[in-house]
């Protein structure tokens, strides 16, 4: 049976050092989490604060590689928003570095926590507030809002290993886009590839069509979408 260590999140301020991070921050328990996840351990990161919500402002984004972890889960969970400030461009990237830790592939269950107020990146391919490649990623009871993309709020990168997205009462308001790939969701087309969303929906006055709001890369057409359904919100 593998065992849950459990590391927990005090300090809400972060100074975007993946090597030095501010001790007790979030950034710190992802390093603490990479170096027992190559143990075996499962990770799970537990928000303690006595505020029923707390704002992150971040310096950089917070970068997952290995391992399975559970994020602000459970009956204490908190409301926990990652600000970019207008002035980064990702929230969190889980892209898994199969080749340090290929038995450890990469599982993320995320809650309540909100991504906000982040701009595009320069180069779309390493766009998305939420970047993923070769992981499984949860995220429930969130919003993403006031962001700008250039590849989707949510972006799937092509790898060896498909990744899997699931999005469950997820909201998606006031996001801006800066290219044609409009798209809040932008998955590149691969074998294996999955998404899943439910009880989610996207701000009723998002000029872009119902249709082009998930996409498989290459193609915008209905046709070309995975099996999800959005909502329109007020």
Do not use: C
Request: aromatic letters at 10%.
């Amino acid at each position: 049976m593998t065992d849950t260590k459990t590391l927990y999140v005090s300090n809400f301020k972060d100074n975007g050092s993946s090597s030095n991070p501010v001790k007790g921050s979030l950034r710190d328990a992802i390093k603490q989490g990479h170096q027992l996840a190559l143990q075996g351990h499962h990770i799970n990161i537990i928000f303690q604060t006595e505020k029923a919500s707390e704002t992150i402002q971040l310096k950089n984004d917070l970068y997952f590689k290995w391992g399975t972890w559970s994020v602000n889960e459970g009956e204490g969970a908190k409301n926990v928003t990652l600000d970019g400030g207008k002035s980064q461009s990702n929230a969190v990237s889980a892209i898994f570095y199969k080749y340090k830790a290929p038995s450890h592939p990469l599982n993320i269950r995320v809650n309540s926590l909100n991504v906000i107020n982040f701009k595009a990146d320069r180069d779309p391919f390493y766009d998305g507030k939420l970047r993923l490649s070769g992981a499984n990623v949860e995220w429930r009871n969130s919003v993403f809002q006031n962001n700008v993309s250039s590849a989707g709020i949510v972006h799937s990168v092509h790898s060896s290993k498909a990744s899997k997205i699931k999005l469950e009462n997820v909201h998606f308001l006031g996001n801006k886009a800066t290219s044609k790939n409009g798209e809040l969701i932008y998955v590149d087309k691969q074998q294996g590839q999955t998404i899943e969303i439910t009880n989610s929906y996207y701000s009723k006055v998002a000029t872009t069509p119902y249709y082009k709001q998930v996409r498989l890369q290459p193609g915008d057409t209905p046709e070309n979408l995975i099996n999800a359904q959005f909502e329109r919100g007020a």
